[in-house]
Nanobody
Framework: QVQLVESGGGLVQAGGSLRLSCAAS????????MGWYRRAPGKQRELVAR???????NYANSAKGRFTISRDNAKNTVWLQMNSLKPEDTAVYYC?????????WGQGTQLTVSS
């Protein structure tokens, strides 16, 4: 079993920065991919960024140039540094981990960006 615990959400003004953290625990394989999805009100869930155990990254177009995903394999932790935040970044952000054909999800953390 795998547990993911997110932290770092909150309220920030447009143009500000915030960092989300996600710590995984339990039966973690050395080969996995972690990342962040988000769901804004009235919208479908979308991938924000992901990173493999090798450090390869992918970003949504909306996140490129503003967000940076990173991880510490020894700590099974992934971070999402978000800069130049916009009101349209307001959403619940979910951390996920994929390994061995299974995916695991955190409970979500709310980010609200005020204009």
């Amino acid at each position: 079993q795998v547990q993911l615990v997110e932290s770092g959400g909150g309220l920030v003004q447009a143009g500000g920065s915030l960092r989300l953290s996600c710590a995984a625990s339990g039966s973690i394989f050395s080969i996995n991919s972690m990342g962040w999805y988000r769901r804004a009100p009235g919208k479908q869930r979308e991938l924000v960024a992901r990173i493999t155990f090798l450090g390869d990254t992918n970003y949504a177009n909306s996140a490129k140039g503003r967000f940076t995903i990173s991880r510490d394999n020894a700590k099974n932790t992934v971070w999402l540094q978000m800069n130049s935040l916009k009101p349209e970044d307001t959403a619940v952000y979910y951390c996920y981990l994929v390994q061995g054909g299974n995916d695991y999800w955190g409970q979500g953390t709310q980010l609200t960006v005020s204009s």
